[in-house]
């Protein structure tokens, strides 16, 4: 028996305003995830999908080296033809998924067209303002950047070479040469050119899961330099939290949060959720909400104060419910609103309502 296809999921259009406040857009085409039809859907086209499900915004976040000077030679490019707004939220054509990828690719047949853009290796010119050349027909969402150095990178930066926990070795690339604090100092220098662009240092934070024993070191020493260097700038912290709670809280308690922090990916117990509602600190909500058998994170949500919750993709990681094993891209974050509104027994209208407010207000976005 042939394996079910997991391709692209279709779009749903969005009648509430949302912001993916954490996702990893690809900068280049390598980087987008193909489904089992081998389709690399275009960057274009996923955020044209976004607008149309409610998408106004989206945070993507470049946490290594290579990836912070990808973003400044990206947002070099776009700085003549982008909007200072986000767009305003209207009605947009539904794109059904065969719809939306025989629009992108020009051609009229479905198998045709998945197999031409297959072969797509061009960098996406993502020009903020720019129309697309589907059914989709008005403004992408905003795209704005959360920039660090993420723990498992900050580790490698300062010599760790160990077989990680999950049984994988660090691949060491040329710009690891830098040291943690060299590193930090770029993430900086990005912020300082396109203040109105990189809204958020992180993701930082730490990661017993991937980085063992001898990498914790440097992951603490990375964490405190772009906790401080939050605070400097006065921007939001993303904190990359994986089977590391404990040290976590403790770093964050020992060198003072800074005023708006977020634990994104939220992964935390019933312990942690009541440890941000103590310290204001935000849970950006993600897929594995959905996940039935995920009972300790479904419980700790509920109990978090509604004021402190975010949503976000991490795409293209974490799929949500019904999508999961499918590609994911911030298009789909409507599935998780209505899988947290669910959870709490709230309207999803109110719910993300809520959140927009609160996600404008934590990144100083301008709505």
């Known amino acids: 028996m042939s394996k079910k296809p997991r391709l692209w999921p279709s779009v749903e259009p969005?009648?509430?305003?949302?912001?993916?406040?954490?996702?990893?857009?690809?900068?280049?085409?390598?980087?987008i995830p193909r489904d089992s039809h081998r389709v690399a859907l275009p960057l274009t086209e996923q955020l044209a999908r976004a607008a149309t499900a409610g998408v106004r915004a989206v945070i993507t976040s470049v946490?290594?080296?290579d990836d912070v000077r990808r973003a400044d030679r990206l947002l070099a490019r776009w700085q003549d033809s982008r909007t200072s707004a986000m767009p305003p939220l209207s009605a947009h054509e539904d794109l059904r998924e065969d719809r939306g990828v025989v629009a992108r690719s020009g051609l009229e047949d479905e198998a045709a067209a998945y197999q031409a853009l297959a072969q797509v290796d061009n960098t996406p010119d993502l020009q903020v303002g720019t129309t697309w050349s589907g059914s989709y027909d008005g403004a992408l969402p905003r795209v704005y950047f959360a920039a660090g150095i993420h723990p498992n990178e900050a580790a490698i930066h300062g010599g760790y070479r160990?077989?990680?926990?999950?049984?994988?070795?660090?691949?060491?690339?040329?710009?690891?040469?830098?040291?943690?604090?060299?590193?930090?100092?770029?993430?900086?220098?990005?912020?300082?050119?396109?203040p109105t662009d990189v809204v958020a240092i992180g993701e930082t934070g730490l990661d017993y899961y991937r980085t063992g024993q001898g990498g914790r070191e440097a992951q603490i020493a990375g964490f405190r330099a772009q906790i401080q260097l939050a605070k400097e700038l006065d921007l939001p912290l993303q904190i990359h939290d994986r089977q590391a709670h404990a040290d976590v809280v403790s770093t964050l308690l020992a060198d003072g949060a800074p005023e708006r922090t977020i634990f994104?990916?939220?992964?935390?117990?019933?312990?942690?959720?009541e440890i941000c509602n103590t310290h204001r600190w935000y849970a950006s909500i993600a897929g594995p909400i959905s996940y039935p058998r995920n009972v300790e994170l479904r419980d700790a949500v509920t109990h978090i104060d509604q004021a402190l919750l975010l949503l976000e993709t991490d795409a293209p990681y974490l799929t949500p419910t019904p999508w999961r094993?499918?590609?994911?891209?911030?298009?789909?974050?409507?599935?998780?609103?209505?899988?947290?509104?669910?959870?709490?027994?709230?309207?999803?209208?109110?719910?993300?309502?809520?959140?927009?407010?609160?996600?404008?207000?934590?990144?100083?976005?301008?709505?």
């Not at 077989?163 to 604090?181: E, M, N, W, Y």
């Not at 994104?264 to 959720?273: N, P, Y």
């Not at 959870?343 to 301008?366: F, G, N, P």
Request: aromatic letters at 6%.
């Open 264 to 273: 994104h990916c939220f992964s935390g117990d019933r312990e942690l959720a």
């Open 162 to 194: 160990d077989r990680s926990p999950d049984g994988l070795t660090p691949t060491v690339k040329d710009f690891h040469a830098a040291t943690i604090d060299d590193a930090v100092g770029e993430v900086a220098a990005l912020v300082a050119k396109y």
């Open 63 to 65: 946490c290594d080296l």
């Open 14 to 31: 969005g009648t509430v305003p949302l912001v993916d406040n954490h996702t990893h857009l690809p900068v280049v085409s390598r980087e």
């Open 325 to 367: 094993g499918r590609p994911n891209a911030s298009y789909l974050i409507g599935h998780t609103l209505q899988a947290l509104a669910e959870l709490r027994l709230v309207s999803a209208q109110k719910l993300a309502d809520q959140i927009y407010a609160t996600t404008c207000e934590m990144y100083a976005l301008i709505a």
